[in-house]
């Protein structure tokens, strides 16, 4: 089981120190994944979704808060220790394209970490190392004869993606990190990946974090599990995923929500509708009241004043004046 608790990032920008001020990525993020579970986290380009993930991952040191893995923090052991802990925790890079070393085959790229573990395992056969290589590239679908030897030029877009998840389990995870695993990839491909993962996920009982702007990718991956919108490095909206698309509360989430496209004959429920009139601007978060009221169209004296807090529960959100709306509806359909 992952446990984030009161997870916060600042970043300090360059420059003089009269001049440098602070960026405040993640705020304060709380989650929990239980083993085998999913959690997707929804939101716009900068609102914070891949800094936690890449916390999680360990590629990140948070300013403040708490990651447990079954129960151990993994930056309050050994470095040794940690290691071990953020080995079971493996990131799917968003683009193939950068992921994978240009300048060398597949076969390097899925054995250098088993070179590792059988290091570190001292007695593993020498051909243990071909043998996992085979059944990772089996298990996501591709054929270790056709792709084994093949530099990733060589290779279509959705081959590379699988390649790249076919590396993150090789050291044998219990979390994956789904960081836009599916955007950098052609749009006829994205279901089949999106399906590898959610059967890795059933197959494997890994647990998963999906980070993604697609809602509808986010309901497809995350059945049955839940999801958290985040706004400016805060969770503004989290519960089960059917029930935060079908009822949404809060007025970001009911913007996400009538961003998706609808099919035709569902425009009738379009006056429900509305797009966000300014554009997310981080470096204009206010300390006081909601980091949403600057662009919310439901804004009222209070929330410039005074901030929400998220409530506590299956079901929570962080908005003085909650409302469920048929757009709701329109993207549920």
């Known amino acids: 089981m992952i446990e984030v608790e009161h997870l916060r990032k600042v970043y300090s920008t360059k420059g003089s120190l009269l001049n440098r001020s602070q960026v405040h990525a993640v705020r ?21 979704k891949t800094t936690v993930g890449r916390i999680l991952a360990g590629l990140e040191t948070p300013s403040a808060g708490i990651v447990r893995l079954d129960g151990v923090n993994i ?4 470095a040794r220790e940690r290691r071990n802990l953020l080995r ?16 060398y085959p597949i076969e390097q790229a899925l054995s250098a970490p088993l070179r590792i573990m059988a290091k570190q395992k001292g007695d593993t056969p020498r051909t243990w190392i071909r043998d996992r290589m085979e059944e990772v590239l089996t298990m996501v679908g591709l054929d270790p004869a056709s792709v084994l030897y093949k530099y990733p030029h060589m290779l279509s877009g959705g081959q590379r993606q699988r390649i790249v998840i076919a590396r993150a389990l090789t050291v044998e995870p219990t979390v994956l990190v789904a960081d836009e695993a599916v955007s950098m990839i052609d749009v006829s491909l994205r279901l089949g990946v999106l399906r590898l993962l959610r059967d890795l996920r059933e197959k494997l009982n890994i647990s998963l974090l999906f980070i993604t702007h697609d809602v509808a990718a986010a309901r497809y991956l995350g059945s049955g599990g839940q999801i958290s919108v985040i706004y400016k490095g805060l969770i503004v909206e989290q519960g089960p995923t059917e029930g935060i698309i079908s ?12 961003a998706v496209p609808v099919l035709k004959g569902l425009e009738r429920m379009g006056a429900d509708r509305f797009i966000l009139a300014k554009e997310m601007n981080a470096q204009s978060a206010a300390e006081t009241g909601c980091l949403f009221a600057d662009r919310c169209p439901f ?6 004043s005074e901030a929400p807090t998220l409530i506590d529960g299956d079901y929570q959100y ?16």
Request: aromatic content about 8%; proline content about 8%; overall charge negative.
């Open 299 to 304: 804004a009222q004296e209070r929330c410039f």
């Open 28 to 48: 304060d993020v709380s989650f929990r994944i239980p083993e085998g579970g999913a959690i997707s986290f929804i939101g716009e380009s900068g609102c914070g």
């Open 318 to 333: 962080a908005c003085h004046f909650p409302e469920v709306r048929q757009v709701a509806a329109v993207a549920a359909e």
């Open 88 to 103: 079971k925790i493996q990131l799917i890079h968003q683009d193939p394209y950068q992921a994978l070393n240009p300048a």
């Open 75 to 78: 930056h309050q052991v050994a």
């Open 247 to 258: 009822r949404p509360q809060h007025p970001y989430t009911q913007a996400l929500l009538s």
